[in-house]
Nanobody
């Protein structure tokens, strides 16, 4: 069983920065694509950034220049660096990964989420 645990959320003022981390643990063969999503009350969960196992990194256009995703396959960690935060960045941030289990089956795993609140 695979677990994803996010950390790094909190309360920050407009213009501030946060670094979110997502660490994978458990028994699995590999972690494939990993993504950060965010969700605000009443809205659908939206993708923020993705990192493939092969090294591709992508941040949605609206957040490019402020958000950066990085991944450490050895440490089984993906981070989301968020700079120049704005009140509209407020939400719950989730980590999600495509994981290949020891039975060679793929599954999507979600973390529990970490809250980011940006005050104006």
């Amino acid at each position: 069983q695979v677990q994803l645990v996010e950390s790094g959320g909190g309360l920050v003022q407009t213009g501030g920065s946060l670094v979110l981390a997502c660490v994978a643990s458990g028994s699995f063969l590999s972690i494939n694509d990993i993504a950060w999503y965010r969700q605000t009350p009443g809205e659908e969960r939206e993708v923020v950034a993705t990192a493939t196992r092969g090294g591709a990194r992508n941040v949605v256009d609206s957040l490019k220049g402020r958000f950066t995703i990085s991944r450490d396959n050895v440490k089984k960690t993906v981070r989301l660096q968020m700079n120049n935060l704005k009140p509209e960045d407020t939400g719950t941030y989730y980590c999600s990964a495509s994981v290949t289990g020891r039975d060679w089956n793929r599954s999507i795993v979600w973390g529990q989420g970490t809250q980011v609140t940006v005050s104006s």
